[in-house]
């Protein structure tokens, strides 16, 4: 287990700055909001303290930006200190997915072969490489399922408790997923749904096992700050951005005018969310063109591996068969459905960010499907060579596969994962703006990138206390969109070069495609194209 680990530790960490070559929006926000924190104890809107980041005006949970804290205080603000929490974090949760592991395959060899397959998984370690809050809060999900499934003593219950909460000030969906899931596993509503009198029978069941609510109430109680802290239902910003009721009605037929059929309708699109999520093709080979181009985008593959789908189709057909049998089978269906709700309750149809929660249960599911294969195997092959054979095959096919997958994410990749939401430049070419831009009185960024801003604030380590100055003249909450704005000396808008081209003491930012021969029949500019890993991407052009 301990190789399987150091292995694991070091593709999460190795070339965090370099693969994904170029960090997203968010990244950007979470990693200054980090360092505004700890150089002056308020967000860049300059609230102290604050549980919510309001940033694009998604009001982020800002757990994850504490935890930052430290990799920039020790280190310096940089790609690979913000990506570092969530490296950390996709090692620990291996942790807790061996102890699973253990809990379901009791063959040593079979359980670390489980391991290994699953500690490489595509999404594993490419939520693990870039900084996303829903791997902070899957971690945590992680480790609370595995406290309440070890409920022998308080403690753990408490500790469960504790990573539930955690869970929840870390990423959106737990806020729906975590107390979801502990009333699940407090009513087991498989078992209990199929009993003759279920009114009586849930009375019953209630009255014997009501210490089985106190996760729950624990975690009310550990999530009040979270309701006090909404001001104005700015915690609820985001579920009113995405939620499927609000987006509804444009995608429904124009035929559908009443209630009735309305409902339906309704019922149809959050089903197919929900089976979406569960779906082999979806795990395992499906890429949506909405996802292409997004930090969640793993090129080429899908969530799992390709041979895991398979796997996966046995392992829930196990698990179907003996779901009344054993509580801990119950347990996983409880684990995905609770994991699937925020994700089915918004309107984009097959979202992996929203439902990463799931993915440690359906590993568990796949490991099943791994032990079944091979049980099979085992009592169907007589021959001892033949046997060893195939297992030289399979562990080849795996190695391969792993190889593959590390290969794609931390080379392959960088090549396809820059555009809309990962533009790149801003890393190689914000460091030489701040060397300059003194010198001008201008400074006029055109970009076709919305929320630009964020990356000159990151990559310049721009002074908090300043910007919070300019707060004032930042697009209201609930305002979406590009919500670029101009302050100090920064104008973000189009180059217009027959007006432009007259002013004097200026410096341009550009990625509009501008001949160098054209610039210099201007008198007094000069231009430099700066160059990320892939291509060029942008220019600075100085007119004095």
């Known amino acids: 287990m301990s190789i399987i680990l150091l292995a694991a530790a070091f593709v999460r960490f190795v070339g965090l700055d370099k693969s994904p070559a170029s960090l997203g929006y968010d990244e950007a926000a979470l990693g200054y909001n980090a360092y505004s924190l700890l150089k002056t104890g308020k967000d860049e809107y300059g609230n102290l303290l604050p549980l919510s980041l309001r940033s694009f005006n998604d009001f982020k949970p800002a757990l994850y930006s504490y935890l930052t804290i430290p990799f920039i205080y020790f280190g310096e603000l940089n790609d690979s200190a913000v990506r570092m929490v969530s490296a950390v974090v996709g090692v620990v949760s291996l942790v807790f997915l061996f102890l ?232 996983l269906i409880y684990w995905i459905v609770a994991g699937i709700a925020p994700a089915a309750a918004t309107w984009n149809w097959y979202h992996p960010l929203r439902s990463l929660n799931i993915y440690p249960a359906l590993e568990i599911i796949v490991a099943l499907g791994v032990y079944q294969v091979f049980r099979s195997i085992n009592s169907i092959v007589e021959s001892p060579n033949v046997k060893k054979g195939l297992l030289v095959g399979f562990v080849t096919i795996i190695a391969v596969s792993i190889i593959y997958t590390i290969n794609n994410e931390l080379l392959y990749s960088s090549y396809e994962n820059n555009g809309t939401y990962q533009p790149g430049g801003y890393k190689e070419g914000m460091p030489y703006l701040e060397s300059i831009q003194d010198k001008y009185d201008q400074i006029i960024i055109d970009s076709p990138h919305a929320q630009s801003y964020i990356f000159l604030l990151f990559y310049q380590q721009f002074d908090p206390t300043t910007f919070q100055s300019f707060s004032y003249l930042r697009p209201k909450p609930g305002v979406c969109g590009n919500l670029n704005f101009n302050f100090d000396k920064y104008i973000f808008r189009k180059v217009d070069w027959p007006v432009d081209k007259n002013l004097r003491n200026v410096a341009f930012w550009t990625s509009s495609d501008v001949h160098v021969s054209e610039i210099e029949m201007i008198p007094g500019a000069k231009i430099k194209k700066i160059k990320n890993v892939l291509y060029d991407t942008a220019s600075i052009i100085t007119i004095e």
């Open 100 to 331: 699973f592991l253990k809990t379901f395959i009791r063959n040593k060899n079979l359980l670390l072969l489980t391991f290994a397959i699953l500690s490489f998984q595509p999404w594993r370690i490419h939520f693990s490489r870039t900084a996303f809050e829903a791997n902070l809060s899957a971690a945590f999900f992680i480790a609370g399922c595995w406290f309440l499934i070890n409920t022998k003593s308080k403690i753990k219950v408490f500790w469960s408790t504790v990573f539930f909460a955690l869970s929840i000030y870390s990423y959106h969906s737990a806020r729906l997923s975590a107390p979801m899931f502990l009333v699940f596993w407090a009513l087991d509503p498989i078992k209990l749904v199929l009993k003759k009198n279920l009114l009586k029978e849930l009375s019953k069941y209630i009255n014997k096992n009501y210490q089985k609510v106190l996760p729950l109430v624990g975690l009310v109680i550990l999530c009040v700050p979270i309701l006090l802290a909404n001001t104005g239902g700015n915690v609820l910003t985001r579920f009113k951005q995405e939620n499927v009721f609000s987006r509804f009605y444009p995608y429904a037929p124009n035929e559908i005018t009443n209630p009735i059929s309305s409902l339906y309708y309704l019922g149809g699109i959050i089903s197919g969310h929900i089976f979406s999520y569960v779906s082999p093709i979806n795990l395992n080979e499906r890429i949506f063109k909405w996802v292409e181009m997004s930090p969640m985008f793993i090129v080429g593959m899908g969530m799992l591996g390709w041979l895991e789908g398979i796997f996966f189709i046995f392992g829930f057909l196990y698990l179907i068969k003996r779901i009344l049998r054993s509580f801990n089978l119950r347990f």
